[in-house]
């Protein structure tokens, strides 16, 4: 039997695309688990948001978070409601929608 493809929504695609411009730091999880782990090196660092941590909890599964001003979130969440986030806009690519164009203007 075929197996059917996964379909892969436009705007997690976008919000992916986005996420990638953003600093990525990685980091293991020792002990803690992985949302405890990602706080702690940030409070030990200093990272100002934005920011994307990759949480390693063992050999086979990493974690994501995104660290905003509003607080740590999972990428996945961020991925699919970019537009939330100011952090993330001065990232977002124009559109063709978006872009203002100037035809001709002139002062009288």
Known sequence: MARR????????????????????????SGEDKPVTAARKYILAEGINPPALLLVKRN?????????AEKGLFGAQYVEENHFLFPSLRSLEPETESQQLVTVGSSIY
């Open 5 to 28: 493809r996964k379909r892969k929504s436009r705007r997690r695609q976008e919000g992916r695309r986005i996420l990638e411009q953003v600093p990525q730091f990685s980091i293991e």
């Open 59 to 67: 050999e086979h599964t990493t974690d994501r978070y995104f660290w």
